[in-house]
């Protein structure tokens, strides 16, 4: 089985849950299949994925003609290239015609909402992305949802599910839940949400934060910490300022080890407009560290996890948001055990283990030409 060679083609500045994805497939596949990073540019990931000792390989970044990653191909007698990402999935359909070997599209998103953080990145690259994504016949949807959203744009070709996965054995925390609120001021009576996620319109950081500042009121005790950089940052600090929130929410900027933070808190939150994973890695996360986790209600979320085990929320109400975030403070004295319940409920289903032999699955069968 490990005969198989899988090159994974993706942005090398995807640091989110499509560069913690590929990361852990490469990880964690080693004794069923050979995985290879290939990042178009060297930017955080591929530094990170150099810093795992990952074997991992850097293409041009803005190469039209992808001769790099053709004669890399063939170099080292690839079985199978995979492609994440809007960029990869564009690149795929200048050189598929190219490519002598099977390739397959990871979906880990929406792409019709990749780009809502500018309209004119909207109008142009919006249609690049479905160009690409219609050129490949294979393809891994991190969610039912992503899979239903193809087959209802008529995508063909072969679609798999494969759901995020987690060690939950061998979660690493690097810097303690006491320093870390040592450091940003928070006392061990601070009830803390935490929330990891790019500064993106699709994350919908301002409802939390409007939500934030009505459950704050009156209640000395909480905060609220921000992992996470993007364009949105600069009118998230206004909007805390306006809303006098500057000692009450935490902006820590992008941090390589988020889970550190969400270890740190109380409760972990999402509120995104939308969210191809189901789970999203940080769900995922949180429940390693036995955290309690509200989700928006959106996708396939409620349903893969079970609607019982987390709170979800309405992310167009900035009321529903805040309803949910005082039901986990008004239960503070139970969070922790519903964090437990969390983790019990999703160590096994979502293992590292399921994770790479879906994976595996996948690559057998498109490899066998059923």
Do not use: W
């Not at 249609?127 to 949802?145: A, D, E, R």
């Not at 995922?284 to 349903?303: H, N, T």
């Not at 900035?318 to 983790?343: C, F, P, Q, T």
């Amino acid at each position: 089985m490990r005969d198989i060679k899988v090159l994974q083609i993706i942005s090398s500045n995807d640091t989110g849950g499509g560069g913690i994805h590929v990361l852990n497939l490469a990880l964690y596949s080693k004794d069923i299949f050979h995985c290879i990073i290939g990042t178009l540019g060297e930017g955080e990931l591929y530094k990170r994925s150099k810093s795992l000792k990952i074997d991992t390989v850097s293409f041009q970044k803005n190469s039209l003609y992808g001769k790099d990653i053709l004669d890399y191909i063939v170099k080292n007698h690839i079985h199978i290239v995979n492609f994440h990402g809007a960029n990869p999935f564009f690149l795929h359909c200048l050189l598929k015609n190219n490519i002598k070997i099977p390739t397959i599209a990871t979906l880990h998103s929406d792409y019709r909402k990749d780009f809502l953080n500018n309209k004119i990145k909207y109008l142009f690259f919006t249609p690049l992305s479905f160009i690409g994504l219609k050129s490949f016949t294979n393809y891994i949807c991190v969610s039912k949802y992503l899979k239903d959203l193809l087959e209802k744009n008529n995508f063909t070709g072969k679609k798999f599910i494969v759901s995020n996965g987690m060690d939950f054995q061998h979660t690493s925390i690097s810097c303690s839940r006491e320093n870390i609120r040592e450091k940003y001021c928070i006392s061990e009576s601070d009830f803390v949400y935490v929330n990891v996620a790019r500064m993106h319109p699709v994350k919908n950081q301002l409802s939390l934060i409007k939500a934030f500042s009505f459950l704050e009121k009156g209640r000395e005790n909480v905060k609220l910490i921000i992992v996470g950089e993007g364009v949105m940052e600069e009118k998230l600090k206004r909007e805390i300022l306006k809303l006098k929130l500057q000692h009450k929410v935490i902006l820590t900027g992008y941090r390589e080890n988020s889970i550190d933070f969400i270890n740190a808190g109380e409760v972990g939150i999402l509120t995104s407009f939308n969210e191809g994973g189901a789970p999203p890695m940080v769900l995922l996360e949180s429940a390693a560290v036995k955290k309690f986790f509200i989700a928006p209600d959106v996708g396939s979320i409620g349903d893969v996890i079970g609607r019982d085990l987390i709170y979800l929320v309405n992310p167009l109400s900035v009321e529903d948001i805040y309803e949910k975030m005082k039901s986990a403070y008004d239960k503070r004295r139970e969070i922790a055990l519903m964090g437990e319940i969390l983790y019990n409920n999703t160590i096994d289903r979502f293992s590292m283990n399921n994770f790479c032999n879906q994976y595996l699955e996948a690559y057998n069968e498109i490899l066998s030409g059923k």
